[in-house]
């Protein structure tokens, strides 16, 4: 099974290179959009938890208003319903932080492009459970022990699994079954799954 781990290190690294390349003229081009339309900064940097529990930042374009947990807050504060949707899910259907401009390139899931950076540096993988906050580990419950023995990815199972149309529950076991039954060939599965699903952004938001 390492000797399969060292494999997927070396495919994580030769992959994400590749993509940058690949996706430079775009990486390039959002960044001059945002910098136009929004401002700096360009990326936003969340701390996430990694393998081993290890806090790490996550880099996304930067898609929110600033001071958007300001917003979060009195938003929930004031919306009883919504904070019963963001206290089941961690996420909101239609979310006041996020821009116009973000809102397209979240649906694109352009985003999280400058995550290949996180792939680069060790701290990510192409393919794996999606990062997740400190708050969001009472979730796992005593899973959260399998869900740091891997690194986060950029996909996984619970993208090609439903994404924000799926309840956190159902996101745990897909994680929680990823892991425990990991192989290269799912790897892949779910890497050609991920393309249908970014161009038709299913349960994106």
Request: charged share 20%; proline share 5%.
């Amino acid at each position: 099974m390492s000797f399969q781990r060292g494999i997927k290190r070396g495919l994580d690294v030769s992959m994400a290179l590749a993509l940058f390349i690949i996706f430079f003229p775009l990486f390039v081009s959002i960044s001059l959009l945002l910098l136009v339309v929004q401002g700096r900064p360009i990326l936003f940097r969340h701390a996430r938890i990694g393998r081993n529990g290890e806090a790490f930042e996550c880099l996304k374009f930067r898609t929110m208003v600033f001071h958007a947990q300001r917003v979060l807050e009195d938003h929930l504060a004031a919306n009883p319903m919504v904070r019963r949707e963001w206290e089941a899910n961690q996420k909101l259907k239609n979310d006041p932080r996020i821009t116009q401009v973000g809102n397209v390139i979240r649906r694109l899931s352009i985003d999280e492009l400058p995550q290949l950076f996180n792939v680069l540096k060790g701290e990510m993988s192409l393919v794996g459970p999606r990062p997740i906050v400190r708050s969001e580990t009472r979730f796992y419950g005593s899973h959260i022990h399998v869900y740091q023995t891997v690194r986060p990815g950029i996909t996984g199972p619970w993208q090609v699994g439903g994404r924000s149309d799926t309840s956190y529950a159902r996101r745990v076991d897909l994680d929680v079954d990823y892991i425990t039954h990991w192989s290269l060939a799912r790897d892949f599965v779910i890497l050609v799954k991920t393309i249908p699903v970014v161009f038709t952004s299913n349960g994106s938001y």
